[in-house]
Structures are given as C-alpha cells and as structure tokens.
C-alpha cells in the first residue's frame, strides 16, 4: 500500500485563497521524512475539520485517519478510504497501536493525522497512542496546530519519540501552550494520565 503525498494546484491554490479571505496565516514546517504521525491541537470544535481540510489541500498532504472496521463495511467502505480512512480492528484490546504500525510498516509514504484529545469536549488527558504508533513504527510526530486566538494553523517542528514519553511529552505541551482552540474553554490541561 503506497499512501502517497499529493498535490492538485487547483484545491491547494482554492485553499490559501479562502484563508487569506478569511484572514488566516498558515505556517508549515514540513518533516523531511516521508511518514509521520500529524498530531491534531487543540481540538474544541467541529469547524477544525474545515481548516484541517484546508491545511491538507494547502500543503499538498494526503491526510490519513483512523477509523473502526465497521465504518469500511459495503458500500459506505469505497468513500472512507477514499476520504484517507484506514481501518482498524478495535475488538482486539491493546493491539490498536500495533496494528497502525503494521500500516506504516507497509507503506512507502504515509501521513496519519490523530487528534490526542480524542473529543471535542474537555478532557485533562492526552490519549497517547499517537506516541506509541510514531515510536513503534520509527517516525516522526509532527505538531499540526490550529490556534484561533492568532487565526493561524500549520505543522510546527516535529519531535522523534525517544521512547522516554514523559521527557517528550514536556517538548510537546511546550509547544501547543498558548494556543487557543474555537472554544478555548473546553481545553484541557495536557496531562499524561497517570501510570
């Protein structure tokens, strides 16, 4: 399976032009490798879509998602995966992670974009499977961001995960404090739930 970076003039060149409408900036610092792990923050809002959507054709990223098995089911399984979804089998307790290395192990190129707060709602702990996937299959983690407060949104730098989540953990929540969600007020804390 090759999930491949794309590019259309036409969508990238309809995307900055609607932000620049709207006022936004977008501030890209792309990985150099080929796959990576897009972490999504914060996420308040179902309009993050929109500007994840216009931060895809913008930069040219094929986004991938994960999705459960279920939704790949006949017929609605052909627009998922068109749509980037990737399924994953969510019966099997503690393989989730594995199974997303096994797709990255298998592809060329590849772009997962996870949103670690996992909800729109508040939440103190940061699901950290995107960690894990990023460590076990040896590839970056890049920091998408949407800030609402600067009307800014892009990939800052992007961390390779030492293993030791905790140290790591600290450069990750360095970066996305001070950025505003939609709904700022339903941000959490960014906290590792504890062991």
């Known amino acids: 399976m090759d999930l491949t970076l794309q590019t259309n003039r036409f969508t990238q060149s309809l995307a900055m032009a609607t932000l620049r409408l709207k006022s936004w900036k977008l501030d890209v610092h792309m990985p150099a490798a080929p796959k990576f792990v897009l972490v999504g923050a914060p996420h308040t809002s179902g309009l993050d879509l929109f ?13 991938h998602w994960i999705g459960k098995e279920s939704l790949f089911r006949w017929p609605l399984g052909i627009l998922m995966r068109w749509l980037g979804g990737i399924p994953v089998d969510r019966r099997v307790r503690g393989n989730f992670v594995q199974q997303v290395v096994d797709v990255f192990n298998r592809s060329e190129r590849l ?3 996870i949103t670690p707060e996992g909800t729109r709602s ?5 699901k ?8 076990g299959a040896g590839t970056p983690i890049a920091l998408g961001f949407i800030d609402y407060g600067r009307k800014e949104l892009g990939i800052g730098p992007a961390i390779t995960p030492s293993g030791d989540i905790h140290t790591d953990f600290e ?10 969600g939609r709904y700022h007020h339903k941000q959490g804390e ?4 504890p062991e």
Do not use: C, N
């Open 128 to 135: 950290t499977g995107f960690y894990y996937i990023a460590h």
């Open 190 to 193: 960014m906290l590792l739930r």
């Open 171 to 180: 450069a990750i929540r360095s970066f996305y404090t001070g950025k505003l």
């Open 122 to 126: 508040q939440v103190h702990y940061w």
């Open 51 to 63: 500007y994840a959507l216009m931060l895809a054709h913008g930069t040219g990223i094929k986004m």
């Open 111 to 113: 772009v997962v974009a």
